[in-house]
Structure formats: C-alpha cells, structure tokens
T-cell receptor
Framework: GQQLNQSPQSMFIQEGEDVSMNCTSS?????WLWYKQDPGEGPVLLIA?????ELTSNGRLTAQFGITRKDSFLNISASIPSDVGIYFC????????????FGPGTRLSVLP | DAGVTQSPTHLIKTRGQHVTLRCSPI?????VSWYQQVLGQGPQFIFQ???????GRGNFPDRFSARQFPNYSSELNVNALLLGDSALYLC????????????FGSGTRLTVV
C-alpha cells in the first residue's frame, strides 16, 4: 500500500544530544519531505529531497533520500529545547509529486 | 507577507450538520490542498486544486467537497457530519502545484458532538 512507517514513534533525549529518525515505504517514489509540527500549528517544511542518495542540510538538520528510494532519515545535531515537536516524513502520492502521503510521525521530547 | 490563513480556527458542530471551512493561500500561490489530521496521526490528503481545477482527490466520501475561487482562495465543505469527522483540517498552498512541498496554515479544529 501507500503507508509510511516512521521510527521511533517517540523519543526522549537530553539537550545537546544528536537525534536520528527514519521513514520507510514499501513503494518507490521520487520525492521525500520532512515536516515539523508544533502544538496548535500546521506542519512546517524542513527539508525536501528529490534524488536517490541525495543528502541535504538545513542548519542542524540533515536528511537523506535512501538509494533504494524506499526510505529516508532525518538527523538533528546538538538538540535544543525548541526542537520539541512531531516530525513527519511525507512522500509524493504519485510521480508528479503534487500530493503527499504523511507518516504517523515521531514525537521528540528534549529534556533540559 | 501573510502566510496561509484559515477560518474559523475552532468550530463545534452537531452530527448531521454541514460545515464550510475557508482558506486563503499565500499571495501568488495558485495551488491549494486540504488535509485532515486526526489526533495522533499524520495529515491525510483530501483534495488538491490548481488554477481552480481539481487536480487530486484522496480517499474520502462524497460528503466532502471543495472548490477554489478566482482569487485562489478555497472552501472545504463537509455534509452530514459524523463524530469521526472531528479533526484538525489543514489547508496548504504552493506556488508550484505542490512540487517541492506545501506551506500549511494553522488549521481549523472541528469538533463534532
């Protein structure tokens, strides 16, 4: 099917630690996105990936599009309290990349 | 510049009623999509409109409908509300028809009682 799996479901880390989370799909698609959602807000786009093997950074965030085109990971380095939130991966529903299927999310808590 | 704006922010409706949710995209964005986010889950795609035409529809019943106006704003309509329609309804806009991702609004929290 079109479902995405994200792991871990939730994680608690100490401020300053690095974080890694991943997303897998049973199908191959051409676009992967990573979003972060704060309570009471809509998701905010963090990183977009368009090519197998692509590695892209956005400040302390780094994401990679797996070479099999069925997975992606997101790393956060030196976590800070404002990193708290839910991180969603999303991939295009079709090869036109216009609509997206979202994963169930990874809930991140950062302990001071 | 204003981001994606949605109204109302919160709404309580009774089962069987009808609801209309509104969305104004970022200025210059011609594509609008609607997503439903049930508590504890990721957003689920409902509709996409681009240049006032429906470009995509998710797996939702016919009780859900939408349209896009000449100024690119959009409405999502839901008829015969069910308890299970309670969710955060997110509107998102894009300049490129969705390619490259969307900018989301803060959503409308709909509670059906």
């Amino acid at each position: 099917g079109q479902q995405l799996n994200q792991s871990p479901q939730s994680m608690f880390i100490q401020e300053g630690e690095d974080v890694s989370m991943n997303c897998t799909s049973s199908s191959i698609f051409n676009t992967w996105l990573w979003y972060k959602q704060d309570p009471g807000e809509g998701p905010v786009l963090l990183i977009a990936l368009y090519k197998a093997g692509e590695l892209t950074s956005n400040g302390r965030l780094t994401a990679q599009f797996g070479i099999t085109r069925k997975d992606s990971f997101l790393n956060i380095s030196a976590s800070i309290p404002s990193d708290v939130g839910i991180y969603f991966c999303a991939r295009a529903r079709d090869n036109y990349g216009q609509n997206f299927v979202f994963g169930p999310g990874t809930r991140l808590s950062v302990l001071p | 510049d204003a981001g994606v704006t949605q109204s109302p922010t919160h709404l309580i409706k009774t089962r069987g009623q009808h609801v209309t949710l509104r969305c104004s995209p970022i200025s210059g964005h011609k594509s609008v999509s609607w997503y439903q986010q049930v508590l504890g889950q990721g957003p689920q795609f409902i509709f996409q409109y681009y240049e006032k035409e429906e470009r995509g529809r998710g797996n939702f019943p016919d009780r859900f409908s939408a349209r896009q106006f000449p100024n690119y704003s959009s409405e999502l309509n839901v008829n015969a509300l069910l308890l299970g329609d309670s969710a955060l309804y997110l509107c998102a806009s894009s300049a490129q028809g969705g390619i490259g991702g969307y900018t989301f609004g803060s959503g409308t929290r709909l509670t059906v009682v």
